[in-house]
């Protein structure tokens, strides 16, 4: 059945027109429904009537192959028929190459490229600001570039069906802002390197000093300690010994010593130190003949 199907169509349109592709069937058919196929996929978005598909203003993207089949029977295609389009030059790209910083004495190419049915053979470079074309061909190459030459460049892509043009700017540095834009970089790479360096010794002094105090303030700590257990552990007492610096205190000087590590109470000793003392000097050993001997013993 599929040899009795065929797609009658235009071979070639151009954008903008309107194309009507038919689907003929020598066979007897009874009110058939005809379903079109682009490149194998059905179509839903394009306007069908009867056995006819309808394109209303044709562009780029209508260029591909069409088939057809009825409904009931889709596995029974027609023959496909391939429909061109023509159309003017579309995305005209420039690039640089080398890309990068452009130095003057440098050599650059620059390159155009595009889409267009038939292929874009003409392109033609512009400068901006000027009238006549500065180059021609697919690429334009500057030899010995110089800051002359920066500006804004164009190229212009052209076929049978219109032209349409790309642009790209062209900025070239002199020797001397290289120079400087280099020592410029250095300094500020020399001043942060050196920045680094003095925060990174700051911050090393600091944690030197931090753990210099913090041992100084242990070894304080060991110290106290170690003059706190040092005091005698079976003498609960601290020996007192108060003596009068003054030769005419009338009061006698309270001397108190410890006599034994295992006695609790201390001896009590009394001396007068001024002759002219109103009060009797109290000794455990006094001399005195008008008392009699007091002595204290220890007791246990």
């Known amino acids: 059945m599929h040899q009795k199907l065929h ?11 309107t194309a009507d592709l038919t689907c003929n069937t020598t066979c007897s058919l009874t009110d058939p429904t005809f379903i ?9 978005t394009k306007t069908f009537k009867n056995n006819q598909l309808h394109l209303q203003t044709v562009s780029s993207e209508d260029a591909g192959s069409y088939s057809c089949a009825v409904r009931g029977s889709q596995h029974l ?3 496909t ?3 061109r389009v023509r159309y003017p030059p579309k ?4 690039s640089i190459s080398p890309s990068g910083e452009i130095v003057e004495g440098s050599s650059v190419t620059l390159a155009c490229s595009s889409d267009g049915n038939p292929p874009v053979k003409i392109y033609t470079w512009f400068k901006e600001g000027g009238t006549s074309p500065v180059g021609s061909g697919q690429n334009y190459s500057i030899i010995n570039i110089t800051a002359d030459h920066t500006g804004l460049y164009y190229c212009v892509a052209q076929n049978d ?11 070239v540095k002199t020797r001397s802002s290289v120079v400087l834009y280099s020592e410029v970089l250095y300094s500020v790479v020399l ?3 050196v920045g680094l360096s003095l925060c990174g010794n700051a911050a090393l002094l600091t944690v030197v000093f931090w753990r210099r105090g913090k041992r100084q303030k242990r070894n304080l700590e060991e110290r106290d300690d170690e003059a706190v257990q040092s005091s005698s552990p079976d003498n609960p007492y601290t020996t007192l010994d108060l003596q009068s610096s003054s030769p005419d205190n009338p009061y006698t000087t309270l001397d108190l010593q410890s006599s034994s590590p295992d006695n609790p ?8 130190r001024s002759p002219d003392d109103p009060y009797t000097a109290l000794d455990p050993q006094s001399m005195s003949p008008e008392y009699d001997t007091l002595v204290v013993g220890s007791r246990h």
């Open 7 to 17: 797609v009658e169509a235009p071979e070639e349109v151009t954008e903008g027109e």
């Open 36 to 44: 079109w196929y682009k490149d194998g996929h059905p179509l839903t």
């Open 77 to 79: 295609h027609s023959t």
């Open 81 to 83: 028929h391939s429909l």
């Open 91 to 94: 995305n005209v790209l420039v």
């Open 161 to 171: 069906h219109g032209a349409l043009n790309g642009t790209v700017m062209v900025s």
């Open 191 to 193: 001043y942060a390197v």
């Open 265 to 272: 109470y201390t001896t009590l000793d009394l001396q007068s």
